[in-house]
């Protein structure tokens, strides 16, 4: 356990590594499987988030008996965060709700306990509109949304992707924590980008390093790939003419391009980010704070590549903590859930997570468990070999 002025550092290796002459390449590779494999959900985490899903479901079923429910977003491909919100989507298989229910949610939501109403927020003017809240008995948060089917086809083709790319979700995870430290992960609180925003511009840099031939020793591997998604985005890549797009092989199109066959919003936003699913939609187009997010990138890259430049003997601990930390109040909420809802892991399962996340149909169906019932809300606050070298002079603009 570390003090809030000690932010967890789970990627720190063996003292005698630092220093010895390893390189820093090879050593912030190990520091980023290592927090990978701390961030990921444990078995624990995992079933109280099934757990709050299925009485979510239960709830949205017993108020719409024509529903179907499904999980969307980072917990269904698994690159989820301790405290990442869980999206799910209701469709009526009855009838198709011109108006989705959105404030007869809200209510219900309410009356039955499920949300304290401090947490429920109708967001009605955003392009899917949804019903962010709190659950009560987990404290995990949800973003619930209405007839928008797009989103499960998005989490299934990430999962695809994953299998093509397998160094996708330790990328991903670690600037999802990088963006989240900053309150850079929340395109409507902050103008950020979103989950699978940042998932799209990770598979867009990973197709172009493919198309380019790039491999790399197995040694230093994820701390190369590191530092040049930071520079291809921070120093690189030309917003004001490219699209990043995963469609083809080469992880970006032009801005005029999609223009001229897409024409939807006019693709003028700084970042641009198209939909797989639905081609003409901009995922970029309200991440106001882009620029700053390149900005950041940039700095950060400037930050790990000082780093990997040292003599390897004057190295004297962590490199990823120069740019990535894990705040006290997520190891408090990681505490407070393994304490009281460890009940959930049957005696014989491992520590580690189940072997995949939740898969349509899948999620737990028992019954709510009277301890789950009896736990009380959680009082923690929860608001997820090649050398480089530190040039910080003035980009050149990549052409894809």
């Known amino acids: 356990m570390c003090d809030a002025e000690n932010p967890a550092k789970p990627w720190r290796l063996a003292n005698n590594l630092y220093g010895n002459g390893t390189p820093a390449l090879s050593l912030l590779h190990l520091e980023i499987e290592r927090f990978y494999n701390f961030i990921q959900s444990t078995a624990t985490e995992f079933y109280l988030r099934a757990e709050a899903v299925r009485c979510i479901e239960d709830m949205l079923v017993s108020i719409w008996p024509g529903a179907s429910v499904e999980v969307f977003g980072s917990f269904r491909t698994g690159l989820n965060l301790p405290l990442s919100d869980i999206d799910l989507v209701v469709e009526n298989r009855r009838s198709y709700w011109y108006n989705p229910p959105l404030y007869e949610l809200e209510s219900e939501l309410v009356a039955r306990g499920v949300a304290d109403p401090q947490t429920v927020n109708v967001v009605d003017t955003a392009a899917v509109p949804v019903v962010k809240f ?37 990328l991903v995870m670690v600037l999802k924590q990088f963006l989240a430290m900053h309150g850079l992960n929340d395109v409507y609180r902050s103008g950020g980008i979103s989950s699978y925003g940042i998932t799209l511009m990770c598979i867009g840099f990973l197709q172009h390093q493919s198309q380019n031939n790039l491999k790399y020793n197995n040694n230093n591997r994820l701390g190369i790939l590191l530092l040049k998604f930071l520079e291809y985005y921070g120093r690189k890549f030309d917003f004001n003419k490219y699209a990043i797009s995963v469609t083809g092989k ?3 199109e032009t801005k005029e391009q999609l223009r001229s066959t897409m024409g939807n919003y006019n693709w003028q936003s700084f970042l641009s980010i198209q939909d797989p699913i639905t081609p003409s939609n901009d995922i970029g187009r309200s991440s106001y704070a882009a620029l700053g997010v390149m900005k950041m990138f940039e700095a950060a890259f400037q930050k790990l590549s000082r780093l990997v430049d040292l003599d390897p003997t004057r190295i004297t601990g962590p490199i990823l903590d120069s740019i990535v930390e894990v705040p006290q109040q997520v190891i408090n909420y990681r505490d407070w859930v393994h304490y009281n809802f460890r009940h959930l892991v049957s005696s014989g399962s491992s520590s580690g997570p189940p072997p995949s996340p939740p898969s349509p149909g899948k999620i737990l169906k028992r019954r709510r468990s009277s301890q789950y019932n009896d736990s009380k809300p959680c009082t923690t606050s929860t608001s997820e070999g090649e050398s480089t070298d530190g040039n910080a002079n003035a980009p050149n603009m990549l052409e894809c």
Do not use: M, W, Y
Not at 140 to 168: C, M, R, W
């Open 134 to 170: 709190t659950e009560r008995v987990s404290q995990i948060k949800f973003d619930i949304s209405f007839n928008v089917g797009s989103g499960v086809k998005a989490a299934e083709l990430i999962k695809d992707l994953i299998h093509e790319f397998p160094d996708l979700p330790k």
């Open 250 to 252: 080469g992880g970006c």
